[in-house]
T-cell receptor
Framework: AQKVTQAQTEISVVEKEDVTLDCVYETRDTTYYLFWYKQPPSGELVFLIRRNSFDEQNEISGRYSWNFQKSTSSFNFTITASQVVDSAVYFCALSEAETGANNLFFGTGTRLTVIP | AAGVIQSPRHLIKEKRETATLKCYPIPRHDTVYWYQQGPGQDPQFLISFYEKMQSDKGSIPDRFSAQQFSDYHSELNMSSLELGDSALYFC????????????FGSGTRLTVV
C-alpha cells in the first residue's frame, strides 16, 4: 500500500536560515509521481513541484531545491535563506500512475514557522 | 491562466441540512478530483471523474454524492450534514496522465453548526 511520511510535524527557524523538510514514501509501483504543495494560512494548496519516478535529477527553483533519491525512497525539500513568507504547512504527496487513478496520497504535513 | 474555480468559498449549514459544492476545472482538463481536509489534517481523496464518468472512489461517505456534467464542471452533494463534515473541500483537475500537472482550486470551507 502507498504511504507518505513526513516525520517533522513542526519546524521553527530564524529568518535567513536554511531548512530541509523530509518526505519518505512507500509504493509498489515503478511509475509514480511525487509532489510538494504549500498551504499558507489562507488555506489554498499551492503547487510547488511534480517529479516522476524516472527523473532523479535534483531541481532548484530560486530559493527552493528538491533532492529525490529512489534508493532511500525520499523526496526532500530545502528552502535556502528562509523568509517569513515561507511560513506555511508543506505537504508531500504521492500518485501511483500504474493504476491510472491519479489521486494523491498526502503526508501529514510539516508546519514551518519562520521567525523574523 | 485559467485556474480551477470552486464555489462557494465559504458555506455555513446546520446539522442535517444539505450542501452542494461546485467545481469548474481548467479548460481541456478531463479529470476532476474531490478532496476533504479536516482541521489540522492532510487532504483525503473522496472521488474522481474522468470524462464525466466516475473513475475512482476514496473515503467518501454514503451521504455524499458527486457527478460531472457535460460542460465538465462537477458538483459534490452532501446530505444529512454532521458536525464532523466541517472541513475544507478541494477540487482539483488534471489532464489524464497528469501531462498538464495537477491543479487545486482555492477550496470551499464548510462549517456545520
Amino acid at each position: 500500500a502507498q504511504k507518505v511520511t513526513q516525520a517533522q510535524t513542526e519546524i521553527s527557524v530564524v529568518e535567513k536560515e536554511d531548512v530541509t523538510l523530509d518526505c519518505v514514501y512507500e509504493t509498489r509501483d515503478t511509475t509514480y509521481y511525487l509532489f510538494w504543495y504549500k498551504q499558507p494560512p489562507s488555506g489554498e494548496l499551492v503547487f510547488l513541484i511534480r517529479r516522476n519516478s524516472f527523473d532523479e535529477q535534483n531541481e532548484i527553483s530560486g530559493r527552493y531545491s528538491w533532492n529525490f533519491q529512489k534508493s532511500t525512497s525520499s523526496f526532500n525539500f530545502t528552502i535556502t535563506a528562509s523568509q517569513v513568507v515561507d511560513s506555511a504547512v508543506y505537504f508531500c504527496a504521492l500518485s501511483e500512475a500504474e493504476t491510472g487513478a491519479n489521486n494523491l496520497f498526502f503526508g501529514t504535513g510539516t508546519r514551518l514557522t519562520v521567525i523574523p | 491562466a485559467a485556474g480551477v474555480i470552486q464555489s462557494p468559498r465559504h458555506l455555513i449549514k446546520e446539522k442535517r441540512e444539505t450542501a452542494t459544492l461546485k467545481c469548474y476545472p481548467i479548460p481541456r482538463h478531463d479529470t476532476v478530483y474531490w478532496y476533504q481536509q479536516g482541521p489540522g489534517q492532510d487532504p483525503q481523496f473522496l472521488i474522481s471523474f474522468y470524462e464525466k464518468m466516475q473513475s475512482d472512489k476514496g473515503s467518501i461517505p454514503d451521504r455524499f454524492s458527486a457527478q460531472q456534467f457535460s460542460d465538465y464542471h462537477s458538483e459534490l452533494n452532501m446530505s444529512s450534514l454532521e458536525l464532523g463534515d466541517s472541513a475544507l473541500y478541494f477540487c482539483a483537475s488534471s489532464s489524464r496522465g497528469m501531462a498538464y500537472g495537477y491543479t487545486f482550486g482555492s477550496g470551499t470551507r464548510l462549517t456545520v453548526v
